[in-house]
């Protein structure tokens, strides 16, 4: 992991307490929505309301429970968005189909992206380099980010 992917955004913390309370919450109902806008605001505290604007275009993703611990969850196909982040050169391109499984876990959770159907993280250092992203773990004190290429896996600490 490179030294400019290892970050410490100690005011994500209750946003990513409140996702990780919804996604326990809604697993025990079999079936659930959260806009991707709100998933995507556990690494975009920071970004203009412009660019949350385009994520709420996008609508919510559905998660739907097949197991004791998880589940299946998409998103509708929709146009592909760039929501820049605004701090350390990152960006996320949510992918015009987007889908995968989720994972309980304590106090965590887990998702991890279907290939073809990946989120995408991007840094920008001359020009905006993306990768396709593997799964994305949030716990209690720590976002930890898998792409492809482990070279450009994030961890992001409370």
Not at 79 to 101: K, M, Y
């Amino acid at each position: 992991m490179l030294p400019f992917l290892h970050l410490k955004w100690p005011e994500m913390r209750p946003v990513a307490h409140e996702l990780i309370a919804r996604m326990h919450e809604g697993h025990a109902h079999s079936r659930f929505t959260i806009p991707v806008v709100d998933f995507v605001l556990v690494f975009a505290a920071q970004a203009h309301e412009s660019e949350l604007t385009k994520l709420r275009a996008r609508g919510a993703l559905t998660f739907t429970k097949d197991a004791s611990d998880g589940g299946t969850f998409t998103l509708a196909p929709g146009a592909r968005t760039l929501l820049d982040l605004h701090r350390e050169g990152l960006s996320i391109r949510v992918p015009a189909r987007l889908a995968g499984r989720y994972t309980i876990m304590t106090r965590a959770f887990r998702i991890t992206f279907t290939p073809g159907a990946e989120l995408e993280g991007c840094k920008r250092v001359l020009l905006t380099v993306c990768n396709r992203l593997t799964s994305v773990t949030v716990a209690q004190d720590r976002v930890d980010v898998r792409s492809h290429r482990r070279i450009f896996d994030l961890l992001v600490e409370f």
